[in-house]
């Protein structure tokens, strides 16, 4: 019996960016006795079927972009004979999807860590379950990712978790639904031991696939305090210096690292972490910023955010302490209006951030918009191929419309345009060029120019429909510059590199 773990995708580019973690994490939660597994990345290059023999376990994981592909390929491994499983955060939002689309046998919700084993085990047996609970794991059971079973010359940037859900309650984000509110904060130890084989491999760069990598405040601390409450403040105040030893850990690694992760922008109230961060070589964040107004903050209920010229002052104390900011904008908000757009632009200049999205506001499943959005719809909704618009997803990729929450006063249209003249206008050439100041030689300017541009050509897809044309054109030319980019990422491996001590 082979065990398959496959990550699908509709489109391959020989050259992946970052790892997708979960393969890895899998593969380590699979017992050697069912042997090595086959991890198939489909970014990479499209499944192989025709390997696959009847007793074969099949492992898919999906996220909502993914699952129509996932289902494919799940139909078309049940049909060889193998047993099929789906686990990921769109098999845990609707495992009856799986179920009646895509081939499954058996799904698992949640996390995978610590029941994976016991679905391989039951599929030998053949005793498999419909669903399997994998819930919320503890931190300190979290399995470890086997980077040993990396594809060679194939992706730019590594990725370790180091802590998993998130306090918030953001309205656009199924985060804190499906991971939870309470941060499962991963030990110093097990986190330094992958981001150390991972450069012995020769990767430098790290993505930290963190929800939020500052999950308790000061505002947290105080709060516990006046409340009286010793217990909490106590295990908050451990979090916080366990993420500060996390840092100074990461500081002692060769000095070409470089990390980047997403954060809340209240870490700006925290000199002191901000400049742990800059020492642990954390060279970048996403903020998400979402709104410029209080109004728009209050829609997406973000409240904890700053706005006007308190969040202009809050993302340049990043700057200030080292930390570049990738920041990320939502536009389509209800209060927002045409002057918006402009406003927005105008703070994302003035607050010095690096790099900037600006993303169209999306009902994604598990969210709160969602519901509201699927609500007012009703049952007499739009359908493209047959299929109402609420499950978009389910829609083949050419005919797929992209989905926007519905605006009181402007078109999606005019929603479109408008973000899309943002973008135009961060990333013209001449304001690419002043912000690559932050770099001191032209080489590096060179650089900084490049990525911006290749950055908003990935990022800044805001169309109605998807136009296969233009989506074919930039795929031919995202993997003709794939391959040498990852050479900028890249550096000597090192072998025999050790793990730094703690300093405890
Ligand atoms: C890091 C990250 C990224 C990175 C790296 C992606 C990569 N290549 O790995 C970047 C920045 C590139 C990214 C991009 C995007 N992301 Co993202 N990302 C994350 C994040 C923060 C962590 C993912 C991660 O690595 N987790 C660690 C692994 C170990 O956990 P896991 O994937 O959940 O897997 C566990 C279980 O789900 C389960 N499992 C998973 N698969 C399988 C399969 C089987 C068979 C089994 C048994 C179990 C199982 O077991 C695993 C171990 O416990 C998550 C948030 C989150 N907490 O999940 C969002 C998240 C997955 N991203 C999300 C989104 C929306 C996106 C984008 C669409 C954003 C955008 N607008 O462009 C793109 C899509 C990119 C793409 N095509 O894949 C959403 C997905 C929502 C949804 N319903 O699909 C999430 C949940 C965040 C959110 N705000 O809601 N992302
Ligand atoms: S958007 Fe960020 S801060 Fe808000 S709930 Fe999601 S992970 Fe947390």
């Known amino acids: 019996m082979t065990v398959y773990l496959v990550n699908p995708s509709h489109l391959s580019f020989g050259v992946g960016v970052i790892t997708p973690r979960w393969l890895f994490v899998l593969a380590g939660a699979t017992p050697a006795a069912y042997g090595r597994p086959q991890i198939v990345d489909e970014t990479l290059e499209p499944f192989e079927i025709e390997a696959v023999r009847p007793g074969d376990v099949v492992g898919i994981g999906i996220h909502t972009g993914n699952a129509l592909r996932g289902y494919e390929l799940g139909n078309a491994a049940r049909a060889r004979g193998a047993t099929v499983v789906f686990g990921g955060i769109h098999a845990t939002l609707y495992p009856g999807e799986a179920q009646q689309l895509g081939g499954a046998h058996a799904i698992v919700r949640g996390d995978g860590d610590l029941v994976w084993p016991l679905v391989l085990e039951h599929a030998a047996h053949g005793t498999l379950q419909d669903i399997y609970e994998g819930g919320r794991v503890d931190a300190d059971r979290f399995v470890a990712a086997r980077w040993e079973l990396l594809p060679r010359g194939r992706y730019m940037w590594g990725s370790v978790q180091t802590v998993r859900g998130c306090p918030k309650h953001c309205s656009f984000c199924s985060v804190w639904?499906?991971?939870?509110?309470?941060?499962?904060?991963?030990?110093?130890?097990?986190?330094?031991?992958?981001?150390?084989?991972?450069?012995?491999?020769?990767?430098?760069?790290?993505?930290?696939?963190?929800?939020?990598?500052?999950?308790?405040?000061?505002?947290?601390?105080?709060?516990?305090?006046?409340?009286?409450?010793?217990?909490?403040?106590?295990?908050?105040?451990?979090?916080?210096?366990?993420?500060?030893?996390?840092?100074?850990?990461?500081?002692?690694?060769?000095?070409?690292?470089?990390?980047?992760?997403?954060?809340?922008?209240?870490?700006?109230?925290?000199?002191?972490?901000?400049?742990?961060?800059?020492?642990?070589?954390?060279?970048?964040?996403?903020?998400?910023?979402?709104?410029?107004?209080?109004?728009?903050?209050?829609?997406?209920?973000?409240?904890?955010?700053?706005?006007?010229?308190?969040?202009?002052?809050?993302?340049?104390?990043?700057?200030?302490?080292?930390?570049?900011?990738?920041?990320?904008?939502?536009?389509?908000?209800?209060?927002?209006?045409?002057?918006?757009?402009?406003?927005?632009?105008?703070?994302?200049?003035?607050?010095?951030?690096?790099?900037?999205?600006?993303?169209?506001?999306?009902?994604?499943?598990?969210?709160?918009?969602?519901?509201?959005?699927?609500?007012?719809?009703?049952?007499?909704?739009?359908?493209?191929?047959?299929?109402?618009?609420?499950?978009?997803?389910?829609?083949?990729?050419?005919?797929?419309?992209?989905?926007?929450?519905?605006?009181?006063?402007?078109?999606?249209?005019?929603?479109?345009?408008?973000?899309?003249?943002?973008?135009?206008?961060?990333?013209?050439?001449r304001r690419v060029w002043a912000r690559s100041n932050c770099l001191s030689t032209v080489r590096a300017r060179l650089a900084f120019v490049l990525m911006s541009k290749l950055y908003r050509q990935m990022y800044a897809n805001t169309g109605i429909a998807t136009d296969s044309a233009r989506v074919s054109r930039a795929n031919r030319w995202a993997r003709l510059i794939a391959r040498p980019c990852r050479l900028f990422f890249v550096a000597r491996p090192l072998p025999s590199l050790t793990s730094p001590l703690s300093e405890g």
């Open 177 to 429: 639904r499906t991971d939870g509110q309470k941060p499962r904060q991963r030990g110093v130890d097990s986190v330094v031991a992958e981001i150390v084989e991972l450069r012995r491999q020769g990767f430098r760069f790290v993505a930290l696939a963190d929800d939020n990598f500052y999950p308790v405040t000061l505002a947290d601390l105080a709060m516990a305090e006046r409340q009286g409450n010793a217990a909490r403040l106590e295990q908050l105040r451990a979090l916080r210096s366990e993420r500060f030893e996390l840092m100074a850990r990461l500081a002692q690694l060769p000095p070409d690292m470089v990390f980047f992760t997403q954060i809340t922008m209240e870490a700006a109230e925290d000199g002191a972490f901000l400049d742990a961060m800059r020492r642990a070589n954390i060279k970048g964040a996403l903020v998400g910023v979402e709104a410029v107004t209080p109004e728009g903050l209050k829609d997406v209920y973000k409240g904890f955010n700053e706005s006007g010229e308190a969040l202009v002052q809050r993302l340049r104390k990043f700057r200030e302490h080292g930390v570049h900011v990738l920041g990320s904008f939502i536009f389509g908000l209800p209060s927002d209006r045409a002057a918006t757009f402009d406003a927005t632009a105008d703070v994302a200049e003035r607050a010095g951030v690096t790099f900037a999205q600006f993303v169209m506001l999306t009902p994604y499943p598990g969210t709160v918009d969602f519901e509201t959005w699927e609500k007012r719809m009703g049952a007499d909704v739009e359908q493209v191929a047959g299929i109402p618009v609420t499950r978009h997803w389910l829609i083949p990729q050419a005919q797929r419309p992209k989905v926007y929450s519905p605006h009181p006063v402007m078109s999606p249209n005019e929603i479109r345009e408008r973000t899309q003249a943002v973008w135009d206008r961060f990333y013209s050439l």
